[in-house]
């Protein structure tokens, strides 16, 4: 076995301004209370709180890189593409987001009349509460309601019940495309790469695409170590990225300490003969 990447590199994670529900500062303090060394935010659509994040890591004296988690739409499934390193100030990425953000309202009421329809009242209005960020209403708002009012026992539960494909709570719905999504990452000085590799639902012919496809659009980077992935799912994509030459990523993919299985920091470290995506950004790296 190669000796392993020894740095506590978390580039992903959510907080109230998506679907999170620790604030970016408390995020950046518990971050660096688990020892974290190099923090990413990566909020889904949304830069808004980047430079907060910025300001407390620094103050945290964590090193920073700018991040956002794209939703785009890839063979007819939700791929999430984190982009590292961007700037937050870049005016046609944020352009780009708030207008994937914008189909969200009516997707949001359409879930609620989903939920409805199965006897479910008060949906939306309970997860329009729980939303941080009124443009940012998500599944995850949803399935909180649905807990906190005792439909379900835990989150996981909402989705697998109500939220996704085949479910009353499920509406389909289209996301930016791959392309669109790197390009933006690209232009804003970022580098592009594909979250939790093992969570869609892929043949093997779509997946080759996908990868095949990033590459090609200049896409640079997958997430090896992630909270969303076991060992050997882990294992499986450090070849995965060795097969297509992508720089590796790390990251917990925390969103709230009484839902997430992985705390900030707390991952396997990266396989040594890997090439960690933070060493292509080391011009982008803020530190106090
Ligand atoms: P949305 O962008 O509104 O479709 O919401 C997607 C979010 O839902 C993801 O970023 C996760 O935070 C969350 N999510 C997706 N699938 C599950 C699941 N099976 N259990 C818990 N949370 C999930
Ligand atoms: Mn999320
Ligand atoms: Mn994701
Ligand atoms: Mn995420």
Redesign the pocket.
């Known amino acids: 076995m190669d000796s392993p990447v020894v740095l506590n590199a978390d580039l992903h994670c959510?907080s109230s301004v998506?679907?999170?529900t620790l604030e970016p500062e408390a995020l950046a303090a518990r971050a660096a209370a688990n020892g974290v060394e190099l923090w990413a935010l990566t909020d889904?659509d949304e830069l808004a709180g980047q430079h907060r994040a910025r300001a407390a890591a620094l103050d945290a004296g964590l090193a920073w890189l700018a991040g956002v988690?794209i939703s785009v739409t890839f063979a007819g499934e939700t791929v999430h593409i984190v982009g590292l390193g961007i700037d937050p100030d870049d005016e046609a990425l944020a352009a780009g987001l708030a207008a994937s953000r914008s189909g969200r309202e009516q997707r949001a009421r359409d879930i609620a009349a989903g939920l409805a329809a199965v006897g479910i009242r008060g949906a939306l209005e309970g997860a329009r509460q729980r939303a941080g960020n009124p443009e940012l209403v998500?599944?995850?708002h949803f399935a909180r309601f649905l807990v906190d009012s005792g439909h379900c026992a835990s989150t996981h539960e909402v989705f697998r019940r109500y939220l996704v494909a085949g479910k009353p709570g499920y509406v389909p719905h289209r996301w930016a495309g791959l392309g669109e999504a790197v390009r933006w990452i690209r232009a804003a000085g970022g580098v592009a790469v594909i979250a939790h590799p093992a969570r869609y639902r892929f043949t093997p012919t779509e997946e080759y695409a996908l990868f095949t496809e990033f590459v090609a659009h200049g896409g640079r980077g997958v997430e090896v170590v992630t909270g969303s992935h076991s060992e050997s799912e882990a294992i499986r994509y450090a070849e995965t990225a060795e097969e297509f030459g992508l720089l590796a990523s790390r990251g917990s993919?925390f969103?709230a300490p009484a839902e997430s299985r992985t705390d900030l920091g707390a991952l396997p470290w990266l396989p040594g003969r890997l090439a960690p995506v933070w060493e292509a950004l080391e011009h982008r790296i803020e530190r106090a």
């Open positions: 959510h998506s679907d999170g889904h988690e998500s599944r995850t993919d969103h």
